[in-house]
């Protein structure tokens, strides 16, 4: 959480930067917007990995809290078998698009587009390890406080 905040700050100060660069000194900026998006793409999916550890993206809500017992474990264990299906489809098409795009470099950057590329494979393998943690050791502190 602590680098995906600070990722944010970085794009603000970014952001903060192509304005003053273009109103102010009137020279804009040309590797700015294109950092930005990368930087903020990263932090989307380092947000998404805290997301799932505390169990607060979207999920069945009303048939967690109405479950209990055996259907509660069995719509938790679905959520989980669920969230792990899609992000591991992620990071196996993730993998292969950083792959194909190896050679390709950004228009502003010279940097391969694979860096930019790769917050999605990152994240989503990241996220795998999140989710199979907050089901053994799951923090719903919005569930529980939802009553």
Known sequence: MSLACALLAVIACLGLWQV???FILS???TWTEESMRRLLIWMVMLGTVVAFRRGALVSVDLML???RGAWRRFVRTFITVASVAFLATL???GIDLVW???FQTFASLDLSMSWGYAALPVGAAL??????AHH????NEELENAH
């Open 100 to 102: 194909r795009v190896r």
């Open 20 to 22: 003053i660069a273009r």
């Open 136 to 139: 053994v050791d799951p923090l």
């Open 91 to 93: 990071v196996w098409y």
């Open 27 to 29: 020279q804009p900026s």
């Open 127 to 132: 996220a795998i390890v999140a989710v199979l």
């Open 65 to 67: 809290r109405l479950s």
